[in-house]
């Protein structure tokens, strides 16, 4: 089925937080991961792998119906 009257708003409707988890034994992890996610927020680097990421699975959405 071909859908050819529906358009991308490009605006997000929604947000929702993502949680990752990490087991218990290897809780040592933490602080780095903490001090990592930090610095690339700080820097900007996290947006742009969120836009990439986003613009990945957009694309992949498209591929999938044929647009």
């Not at 947000?15 to 996610?37: C, G, K, N, T, V």
């Not at 820097?43 to 044929?66: C, F, P, W, Y």
């Amino acid at each position: 089925m071909q859908i050819d009257t529906v358009v991308a708003s490009g605006k997000a409707l929604d947000r929702r937080d993502l949680f990752h988890y990490i087991h218990q034994d290897h809780s040592d992890l933490m602080s780095r991961i903490d001090d990592i996610i930090a610095a690339r927020h700080a820097s900007g680097e996290l947006k742009n792998l969120i836009a990439a990421a986003e613009q990945q699975v957009m694309q992949q959405g498209s591929a999938d119906t044929g647009h």
